[in-house]
């Protein structure tokens, strides 16, 4: 399982784009990066999956540069609900369990 | 869109006593896990289920804890003798034999161990 690191926190305003980074410096090649979101007292939430380039979906953008040893979940013009913790995560482990970082908690003030 | 459902949102316990939390998988979903969260902290893996078997297990997951699907719907996680560094939220997830879309994971069960 590939070893990702990501910011702590960040926080943001009301329709602003945000980004956040995430290292992977030992991922393998057959391994996908993965982000899921998770609110307060709620399960984690997948989002989006991708192993190259960029992907888009009605969510987020994830973009993915030339040697996959870093990604960037972008999230169009959020919202104070979007107010979360956001996990990246890579790999295709042993029945391709998921282990969890900290994520970054992100704080959406008005 | 399909969800995984647990049961009960809530349980409250006292110290020893055995309990059972519920989870029903999407029904086309063959490869089920359970997860906890302690309150503050990540997410933890506890426990992989595929084909009537365990597949996997982490160092979390000891005598005290095990997992059943008695009946092809229902999926279990059952502790035995509970302590107070048990109370947690307890999530249960399925996924389809692709992992294109992820994990779905349940709302959670909160456990809270008196």
């Known amino acids: 399982l590939a070893k990702t690191t990501q910011p702590i926190s960040m926080d943001s305003y009301e329709g602003q784009e945000v980004n956040i980074t995430c290292s992977h410096n030992?991922?393998?090649?057959?391994?996908?990066i993965t982000w899921y979101q998770q609110f307060p007292s709620q399960g984690p939430r997948f989002i989006i999956q991708?192993?190259?380039t960029k992907v888009t979906n009605e969510v987020a953008s994830l973009f993915i540069p030339a040697d996959r040893k870093s990604s960037t979940l972008s999230l169009p013009r959020v919202s104070l609900s979007d107010t979360a913790v956001y996990y990246c995560?890579?790999?295709?482990?042993?029945?391709?369990?998921?282990?969890f970082g900290k994520g970054t908690r992100l704080h959406i003030l008005p | 869109e399909p969800e995984v459902t647990q049961t009960p949102s809530h349980q409250v316990t006292q110290m020893g006593q055995e309990v059972i939390l519920r989870c029903v998988p999407i029904?086309?979903?063959?490869?089920f896990y359970w997860y906890r969260q302690i309150l503050g902290q990540k997410v933890e893996f506890l426990v992989s289920?595929?084909?009537?078997?365990?597949?996997?297990k982490s160092e979390i997951f000891d005598d005290q804890f095990s997992v059943e699907r008695p009946d092809g719907s229902n999926f279990t996680l059952k502790i035995r003798s509970t302590k107070l560094e048990d109370s947690a939220m307890y999530f249960c997830?399925?996924?389809?034999?692709?992992?294109?879309?992820?994990?779905?994971f349940g709302s959670g069960t909160r456990l809270t161990v008196v």
């Open positions: 997830a399925s996924r389809d034999l692709s992992t294109l879309y992820g994990y779905t």
């Open positions: 030992n991922i393998a090649t057959n391994d996908y």
């Open positions: 991708g192993y190259k």
């Open positions: 995560l890579g790999g295709r482990g042993r029945d391709d369990k998921i282990i």
């Open positions: 029904s086309n979903h063959l490869y």
């Open positions: 289920f595929y084909n009537n078997e365990i597949s996997e």
